[in-house]
């Protein structure tokens, strides 16, 4: 992915609210399958981390972008952007800078 690229998605994801929270239960198989299922609905997908998880937010990332095979866009504080293409053309709701 290219910078340009990834600044475009990081201006698509300004606009967003977070989808999903990671909270005190940290990364679970259940978190894990909700950012997945946003991913395929939506491409772009912020997750919030609340105060009370006590893992790092970079680690979390690392770790959902792996499972969910998503690129990671950004961390920002306590935010996280994914972005995964719809694998279905038809789907497809953001179209990347060249």
């Known amino acids: ?42 491409e772009l997908v912020k997750v919030g981390v609340l105060q009370n998880c006590m893992e790092e937010t970079d680690e979390l990332a690392r770790t959902l972008a792996e499972r969910t095979r998503s690129i990671l866009v950004q961390v920002i504080g306590k935010k996280i952007v994914l972005y995964k293409e719809a694998k279905d053309e038809k789907k497809r709701r953001i179209t990347l800078p060249a």
Do not use: C, H, N, W
């Not at 990834?6 to 259940?30: F, H, N």
């Open 1 to 42: 992915m290219t910078s340009k690229q990834r600044a475009y998605l990081k201006s698509l994801a300004m606009k967003e609210d977070a989808l999903v929270q990671i909270g005190k239960g940290g990364l679970t198989p259940d978190v894990t399958a909700a950012v997945a299922q946003a991913l395929e609905a939506r």
